[in-house]
């Protein structure tokens, strides 16, 4: 470790690494209940991932092409958004702290936009398309004033990379249970109100069942979770230029963002495209049901096997690890005829160790960043790490979201019909060439990424000798 760290920087002390970094340790309840917040987020984010495309052309009745385009718009917009939210976050100062009174308040008024998104207004033709992109914007605006400060968050409640690791492997779990209720509840709450999978109000009564438990876990969470000091003892009020200093440089985030939006901008074909699959190739709708619960449920187990490895191999290997799995399963998937519905649902399964081993390695590794740029130049902007990285983020789903509809408009779907052998072959070549392309460049990007194993550790070490030398 004290090799690597002082190849970055050979200026560091020896002092500074003789010791694990002198930082308090959480409590593991303390850790459980800041990760169940990605239970309630997740409950709005799988459901845009899994249904709200399927909605906007199976249910409200747009073209692929238009519902493709508003996913794009909204998902920009949402990371321009999230930036700024980040700075705005990062200079609040409250008795709750920075982050936490964003969960408090914001809650609320997200539980209402995220129901109001799954309603069809009585419009048509460009009304309708207006419509349901101005309740795309209002849902994505104040999904980021909530979800940026409890991203950030993660960097203020610990600064342990052990830590920050459990977290994100915690979240995770959360996250999947949150994807596999919701890929297991959604058609049925709808048929349950309107007797049909497709009636729009029987989306409108999910979603508000969604925001309502959603709501609860994350006011849970602000009444649960506390901010801890950090390195940065004076705690300065940073403006958008101070905060741009501490990341321009900072070669720890653009390679793992960088790395990261490409993978999601390119894989948002695979997953977008399983209710299309198993509706139109495979002739078995219900059976996407299975395979989404299936898939989703798959990280119980998946993810604590890459919590467990992470502790011998560092989350940049793990990465690499992940890019070389999923690239086999899209290759497996290329030679392999589906004919039945349970062989996508092995496929699937098997896609999930890459992607879940990419996700956790990406958020393992995103609160390092933080310490990394404060090393390098002094400054700790962790309000605009977050934020930037779910810009990067966010663009690249709405990219992927569009790149997706416009596909598939150009192989000659159309909804609800019969589609043609050149159509359906068409489809599955969009769910493997866009994807391998992705990781590619996501494998690529994390070889220049200088955080190794034990690189953080040193890090810290050294900031912590630093704040006691002021």
Known sequence: ???????????????????????PRLRF????????GDFGFNLYWQSLSLYLLFFYTDSVGLTAAAAGLIYMVASIWDGLVDPVVGVLAGRTRSRWGRYRPYLLFGAPPLALAFTLLYFRPPLAGTMLVAAMLGAHLLFRSLYAVVNVPYAALTARITQRADERATISGLRMLFSTVAGAIVALSTQPIARAVTGRVDNP????????????????????????????ATTDRSAPVLGLAESWRGIAGNRAFWTLVLGGGFMIACSTALGKSVLYYFKYALHDEAAARTALTLSGMSGLVIVPGWMFAARWLGKRTLWLLSCAIYAAGLL????VKVSHPWIMDVFLVYMQIGILGLAFAYWGLLP?????????????????VFGLALLFQKIALGLGAGLFGLALGAVGYHANQVQSPQTLQGMKMIMIVLPLLGVCICAAAMSFNPLRRGVHEGIVADLVAR????
């Open 368 to 384: 390092d960043v933080v310490e990394y740029g404060e090393w390098r130049t002094g400054v700790r902007a962790e309000g605009l």
């Open 29 to 36: 309840g303390h850790i459980l209940t800041f990760a169940a």
């Open 1 to 23: 470790m004290r090799k690597v760290v002082r190849a970055l920087d050979p200026s560091m002390s020896a002092a500074s690494l003789k010791s694990e970094p002198a930082v």
């Open 332 to 335: 497996g998937f290329a030679l």
């Open 467 to 470: 704040a006691k030398a002021t």
């Open 201 to 228: 109000a029987g989306f409108t009564a999910a979603a508000g069942v969604f925001a309502v438990v959603a709501t609860l876990v994350l006011v849970f969470v602000f009444a649960t979770s506390r901010e801890q």
